[in-house]
């Protein structure tokens, strides 16, 4: 021990100081900010002493709501509120707070006063077997043996609220802890507890998670409050929108996703539960709210893939096709990572797109799949930004179309950029206009999604094989274009800068280099899967009305 901090306790050696200060202190070294209750004998004290060291007291009119409302804070900041009851009664009105906190899983932290410990079992005021009684009802219940255990027992119900799946605890105080005096040099505090270890999911399970949902012809999505608790909104977003998964939120899921993105098929909930093949729960159990995961409300072979952070929670109701234990935030963060396997397709691309472009930018888009699938992908924040191939449904107006929006843009909004995103096949009917873009100077990016096809196309080993001995003309499908075609060079070829990409790698930083260029036009290949195509699902099986 430093000589300086040794002195300082010798010098507070004969200092005293009372259980109520050091239930306080011990809950402010674990960063509890708020504390609720109803004071009475014998927890009046604790009140007071938590208000010295700036824990925000909450006084209420009834222990039951008390507690409901300590528990919302652990839900809404990650961080255990305090409900503050006296013995008995006041604690029976605070059971169903904390049985709700329980099923919930929300973090809660419930201090009850009780009876004198010399009174026990002599029929002390409102002596009751607290403890028992609340182990039911908790993932920890207990009574320091002592005013120097009071820190040890407050870090550990803290952390037992909030590691795993998080839930109420119990910390009993007996009335004469409270007013005790000890020395203060007796209590030794604990530091706050680390922040809950971050588990992931199994490798193997997560290549098999997204196999599963790949080859899913309707699969659906369900966000339930666990996820809203893991703060996952920013993974399971990019999830559903790289997939182009259609989700339903539970009650408590809400807003995870925003209730009015595209995907969200809350308002065909029955039909969307029935006729899924694949289900992926995030943080939402198969209880009541989702009728158990039983027909008729699902069909008899649905597959659901399992999301928790409890291991207990795994096969509850019905038997899964994949279990991922682990924080969802990590476990959907994983399932993103899986989603890179090369070649890249239509819904990968177009995600790593999303998340570079200026929001104030024009997209101009054309082709089959490649405008098809944008247009749910790629966002539009201003009107009259978004050119495509209309009523009319016109293939080669996208580079026209790219040249006029920046003209317009370098007129009046200096520095605007234009995005072209383009099929290999769409590029075709205009691709000389490269040359009109660089003669004029018009720093347009050009997005060539490239599949070597109308459609589809082949690799080129396929494409090789099939025209080893006989014509193109007799064996070449009408939609296959020359494979691993490198249209990034009729860029460079009259000065602008040209990008191959492979890999979702690249792709994010040749469109970082582009868009930093704001003087050059620049084209960009994007060589995805050949056989890539839009995903099965398209939502068309919940448009029919069955609300």
């Not at 680390?194 to 588990?199: A, D, E, L, Y």
């Not at 009107?383 to 080669?396: C, I, K």
């Not at 040249?403 to 605007?416: C, E, F, H, T, W």
Request: charged content about 20%.
């Amino acid at each position: 021990m430093p000589e300086s901090n040794s002195a300082e306790r010798s010098d507070r050696s004969g200092e005293k100081v009372s259980g109520a200060k050091v239930i306080a202190q011990a809950l402010k070294a674990q960063d509890v900010e708020y504390m609720f209750g109803v004071v009475g004998i014998p927890v009046t004290e604790i009140a007071i002493a938590a208000q010295e060291l700036g824990i925000r007291y909450i006084g209420m009119r009834n222990e039951q709501a008390a507690c409901y409302a300590a528990s919302a804070i652990g839900y809404l900041t990650g961080r255990p509120g305090v409900c503050l009851v006296v013995s008995g009664p006041g604690l029976i009105h605070a059971l169903g707070g904390m049985v709700n906190s329980n099923m919930n899983c929300w973090p809660l932290i419930v201090i009850g006063g009780s009876c004198e410990r010399n009174q026990e079992t002599m029929g002390a005021f409102q002596e009751f077997p607290q403890v028992e009684a609340c182990r039911l009802y908790t993932k920890f219940s207990a009574r320091p043996s002592s005013i120097e255990t009071i820190p040890s027992v407050i870090e550990k119900a803290v952390r037992s609220s909030i590691y795993g799946r998080p839930g109420t605890c119990y910390v009993d105080i007996p009335a004469d802890f409270v007013i005790l005096q000890v020395n203060v040099n007796s209590i030794k505090y604990k530091e706050c507890c680390m922040p809950p270890p971050i588990s992931m999911a199994d490798t193997s399970a997560v290549c098999t998670a997204a196999s599963t949902i790949k080859n899913a012809k309707q699969p659906l999505l369900i966000i339930g409050k666990g996820a809203a608790y893991a703060h996952a909104e920013e993974s399971i977003r990019k999830l559903m929108e790289q997939c182009n998964l259609p989700f339903l939120p539970t009650p408590m899921g809400k807003g995870v996703v925003p209730d009015n993105h595209p995907n969200c098929v809350g308002a065909a909930r029955s039909r969307a539960l029935q006729f899924a093949d694949v289900i992926v729960l995030f943080g939402a159990r198969l209880n009541w709210i989702l009728h158990f995961g039983l027909p008729p409300r699902y069909q008899p072979d649905v597959k659901f893939i399992q999301v928790d952070i409890c291991a207990e929670e795994l096969g509850n109701n019905v038997r899964p096709a994949v279990t991922l234990l682990g924080d969802i935030n990590a476990v959907t963060k994983q399932e993103l990572a899986s989603q890179k396997s090369l070649p890249m397709n239509y819904y990968t691309v177009f995600y790593h797109i999303q998340e570079q472009l200026p929001k104030d930018c024009f997209i101009v888009s054309e082709g089959a799949n490649t405008m098809d699938i944008g247009r749910t992908v790629l966002q539009n924040y201003l009107p009259r930004h978004r050119l495509d191939a209309g009523t009319f449904g016109t293939m080669g107006v996208g580079l026209g179309f790219a040249i006029a929006a920046a003209l317009v843009a370098k007129d009046r909004n200096p520095g605007q950029r234009v995005i072209c995103v383009e099929g290999d096949s769409a590029f075709g009917f205009s691709g000389m206009e490269v040359e009109t873009i660089c003669r004029y100077n018009l720093p347009i990016v050009l997005l060539v999604v490239n599949n070597n096809g109308i459609y589809q196309g082949f690799d080129t080993d396929s494409w090789n094989e099939m025209v080893k001995f006989r014509d193109a003309t007799t064996v070449a499908p009408p939609m296959c274009l020359l494979p691993n075609s490198h249209y990034e060079q009729v860029m460079t070829a009259f000065g602008g800068k040209g990008y191959f990409v492979q890999t979702p790698e690249e792709l994010q930083k040749s469109l970082r280099q582009t868009l930093e260029d704001t003087a050059t036009p620049s084209l960009i290949n994007i060589m995805i899967e050949p056989q890539s195509s839009r995903k099965a699902q398209d939502f068309h099986w919940l448009t029919r009305s069955n609300m």
